[in-house]
């Protein structure tokens, strides 16, 4: 199905622009991308109307009994409020085509989607009911709206991270910014934004429910083509999501939360197994952790460090190579019958010729001494020393 522009989309240089890009980045998406990055311009079209937020945004007091507004947890997702979060969300659905569903398939892009979706929507209820609890303050149940992809958004940049760990993104001069932390480091921009007043509270929230419900999904629950469920990998942990010099802190943290988590079904218990195998080829050993798709993750890292230090160090010859230019270097030669090593330094003026010899001559004869000797020759001259010359000044009169 072919996107074509809208009426009046060529007028104008920037308008083309954008359209060319959108139109790139979803011209030749799956149906499922398109069908979402649809209801979401319509959900913010409806956005208009006054009645839409309380009606299919998530309010948490009406999720809750006894209104059980259930129907909110699945339309939610496609009601914003602003035009910039409408291309932010169609943008990120349309990378999540290109560099996720190759990879998971049609299906089990479907099922993220849903499972995130749904997810944050619980959670951050249940953020705003442990508020109210806190405060008292019955504008956290019934004035809060929570609308809009910010959370699949979150979702899709752990996935990205799971895919391709250790993705190096910006390279400054305080240090390597790699794709694990943007999640974390998109919710502290978005904390300060809500800080300053330009941007609503939900966002954050969402944002942070995005990440753990992706990540427990993705960690525990996804099943995979070999059946196994979930990413044992340690890169793939929830600290090291985290800088460094915090992950042992938030490994303390995470633990006993992750053990509530598994006495409440949420989380599986970490099982070690060790999985022994015979084939035609010998013995298959499977350790947790190590699954082929951990394996060609590893793989293309070892590949891509290998490719830069490999240019580093043809950067590197190729400067020696400039700063010693006008240096000639003739290499060393063997034969049975001799066994001369020579080496040139061409200068602007003078040549240098040195030679080893042993005691058998070049010629076949016998050489008295095999001594070497050198000459300095002024290549500015116009004569030019003959062989019979040269072969007296090496080797001496024999």
């Given amino acids: 199905m072919a996107v074509e522009g809208p009426p009046g989309a060529g007028v104008g240089g920037g308008g083309s622009a954008v359209w060319g890009c959108f139109r790139a980045l979803l011209g030749n998406a799956s149906r499922p991308v398109k069908a979402v990055c649809v209801c979401v ?91 109210y609890t806190c405060t008292r303050n019955p504008d956290y149940l019934f004035d809060v709206r929570i609308r809009g992809l910010a959370g699949y958004i979150a979702a899709v940049s752990v996935a990205v991270k799971q895919v391709m760990p250790d993705h190096l993104l910006i390279k400054t001069s305080l240090g390597k910014v790699t794709n694990r932390i943007i999640p974390l480091l998109v919710f502290f921009v978005a904390l300060c934004l809500w800080a300053i007043g330009l941007l609503e509270g939900t966002y954050p929230c969402m944002w942070a429910s995005g990440s753990i419900v992706s990540w427990v999904y993705l960690r525990f629950w996804q099943r995979h083509n070999n059946g196994t469920r979930g990413d044992a990998a340690e890169n793939f942990s929830f600290d090291n999501f985290f800088p460094n010099i915090l992950q042992p802190l938030i490994r303390a943290i995470w633990r006993p939360f992750e053990k509530c988590l598994v006495r409440l079904g949420i989380c599986p218990a970490s099982r070690r197994r060790v999985h022994l195998a015979l084939s035609p080829g010998g013995l298959t050993i499977s350790l947790p952790g190590v699954e082929p798709q951990d394996m060609e993750r590893r793989r293309q890292i070892a590949l891509k460090a290998l490719s830069e230090r490999l240019s580093k160090t043809g950067d590197q010859a190729r400067h020696k190579s400039r700063s010693s230019k006008g240096t000639t270097q003739v290499p060393s030669f063997q034969n049975p019958d001799v066994n001369i090593q020579g080496d040139a330094s061409i200068d602007t003026s003078m040549a240098y010729i040195s030679g080893k010899s042993s005691h058998r001559d070049y010629m076949g004869g016998l050489s008295p001494t095999g001594i070497t000797e050198t000459t300095l020759i002024n290549i500015d001259t116009p004569t030019t020393p003959t062989s019979s010359s040269l072969n007296q000044q090496m080797y001496g009169n024999s």
């Fill in 41 to 131: 311009m319509c959900g913010w079209g409806v956005s208009w109307w006054e009645g839409a937020a309380p009606l299919l945004a998530v309010t948490p007091g009406l999720l809750l009994p006894p209104t059980c507004a259930l129907w909110t947890a699945l339309t939610f997702c496609f009601l914003e409020a602003h035009l910039w979060a409408v291309v932010a969300d169609v943008v990120t659905v349309g990378l999540c085509g290109k560099l996720v569903e190759p990879l998971w398939g049609r299906k089990e892009m479907l099922l993220f989607f849903a499972v995130t979706n749904v997810g944050v929507a619980l959670v951050a209820t249940a953020y705003y009911l442990l508020l």
